[in-house]
């Protein structure tokens, strides 16, 4: 990406609500291949590629990246007709911190007539990492395991960089998730809670001042004491 803030509004459409090919794509231009993903309700780590067996295939050499793919895969699954929206994005350079919220209408296929819809809201955390490129547009990585500080072989050092995806982390309000696993009621039973919780913190507050009080006075006094003893003599 050379403007994330602009770009990942693509990419996010294209993982969501595209086709398996679209989606494998994305991945492939935008995330690193070492990639992780961490959602409430599934994580995939970031780990290097590696040859596994896979059931009546030869050894195939498998990555965190791909392990992505195939939970975007999944979720295109299970809600073919999902609806999103992006309301923002914000770019924080001196952290590589994209964060975008989202808003989304998820579906179950198997639910007929749209009779259960979970509508969330969330705020997806995307850490970036700004590398050199080839002709190609593929990253090209320092060689750490080596010690040293150039590139790989055979590849000459570039000027032109660009942004990619070292991890996603999807962010959810508690009523929100669970208006996936408990659709009927259980977001609202849990703003009830937040509500008691709040008239718990007022009544706290309204029984317990005198050792809001106490302590502050004690705060006070000592913060006197300090300042008395390093005030220098005449």
């Known amino acids: 990406m050379e403007n994330p803030e602009q770009d990942i509004k693509g990419v996010i459409s294209s993982l969501t609500q595209g086709k398996k090919e679209e989606q494998?794509?994305?991945?492939?231009?935008?995330?690193?291949?070492?990639?992780?993903f961490?959602?409430?309700?599934?994580?995939?780590?970031?780990?290097?590629?590696?040859q596994v067996q896979l059931?009546?295939?030869?050894?195939?050499?498998?990555?965190?990246?791909?392990?992505?793919q195939f939970v975007y895969q999944w979720y295109r699954i299970?809600?073919?007709?999902?609806?999103?929206e992006i309301d923002s994005t914000a770019f924080d350079e001196k952290t590589n911190s994209l964060y975008a919220t989202i808003r989304q209408t998820f579906t179950l296929w198997v639910v007929p007539f749209h009779l259960w819809e979970a509508n969330v809201r969330l705020v997806c955390l995307l850490k970036l990492e700004h590398l050199p490129v080839d002709k190609d547009e593929n990253p090209i990585f320092p060689q750490n395991r080596s010690g040293q500080n150039g590139?790989?072989?055979?590849?000459?050092?570039?000027?032109?960089?660009?942004?990619?995806i070292q991890g996603q982390e999807d962010h959810y309000q508690t009523n929100?998730?669970?208006?996936?696993?408990?659709?009927?009621g259980a977001s609202a039973l849990w703003y009830l809670w937040q509500l008691f919780a709040t008239l718990v913190c007022v009544i706290g507050v309204a029984l317990l001042w005198p050792v809001t009080?106490?302590?502050?006075?004690?705060?006070?006094?000592?913060?006197?004491k300090v300042e008395g003893s390093v005030r220098p003599h005449r």
């Open 24 to 36: 494998e794509n994305t991945l492939n231009r935008y995330f690193l291949p070492n990639a992780y």
């Open 38 to 50: 961490v959602h409430p309700f599934c994580r995939v780590p970031s780990f290097e590629p590696i």
């Open 55 to 68: 059931p009546f295939y030869n050894f195939e050499t498998i990555n965190s990246r791909r392990l992505v």
């Open 78 to 84: 299970l809600s073919p007709d999902v609806v999103l």
């Open 151 to 164: 590139y790989r072989q055979n590849t000459a050092p570039s000027t032109r960089r660009r942004y990619f």
């Open 176 to 184: 929100d998730m669970l208006k996936f696993v408990a659709p009927f």
């Open 213 to 224: 009080w106490i302590y502050e006075r004690k705060l006070i006094d000592s913060t006197k």
